[in-house]
């Protein structure tokens, strides 16, 4: 099942990652399963990126990569130096954790999605947006 992610956050006008392909293993019924399977994909990456053999020994960026990563908002070789492996179990417990504490809001077609565990319909080629909610800080005087 594909669908399109998108990433914003209430401080910054520009997306993160505006309207990415992603395909799922299977289709969610709930919003947990959905999370589940979004944090799983992206910690699958992230261990196989760490070991990665293709790694060239030395890194250069070409033209159109620089502007690549400009227009993301972040020019770099994409180097990892802490060769850890991430924790499934615990990236996945962050995720929810991190959402019933109110820190991100997921919208699918335009819908919040509030409870995650009621049914959920996500439809092929559906977008959905995770939104980063900021916490505000400051004086109280």
Do not use: C, H
Request: net charge negative; charged share 25%.
């Amino acid at each position: 099942m594909n669908i399109y992610i998108s990433l914003k956050s209430l401080a910054k006008r520009k997306n993160f990652i505006t309207k990415q392909p992603f395909e799922m293993q299977k289709k969610p019924n709930t919003l947990r399963e959905l999370i589940t399977q979004v944090v799983t994909q992206n910690v699958d990456t992230f261990n196989n990126k760490a070991s990665d053999p293709e790694t060239p020994l030395i890194n250069f960026l070409s033209n159109s990569d620089i502007e690549q990563q400009a227009q993301a908002g972040k020019v770099g070789f994409q180097t990892l130096y802490n060769d850890k492996q991430a924790d499934l179990t615990r990236a996945i417990e962050t995720a929810i954790q991190a959402f019933k504490d109110g820190l991100y809001r997921v919208f699918i077609n335009d819908e919040e999605a509030e409870q995650l565990d009621s049914p959920l319909e996500v439809t092929e080629e559906a977008e959905v947006v995770f939104i980063r909610l900021t916490m505000l800080t400051g004086r109280m005087w």
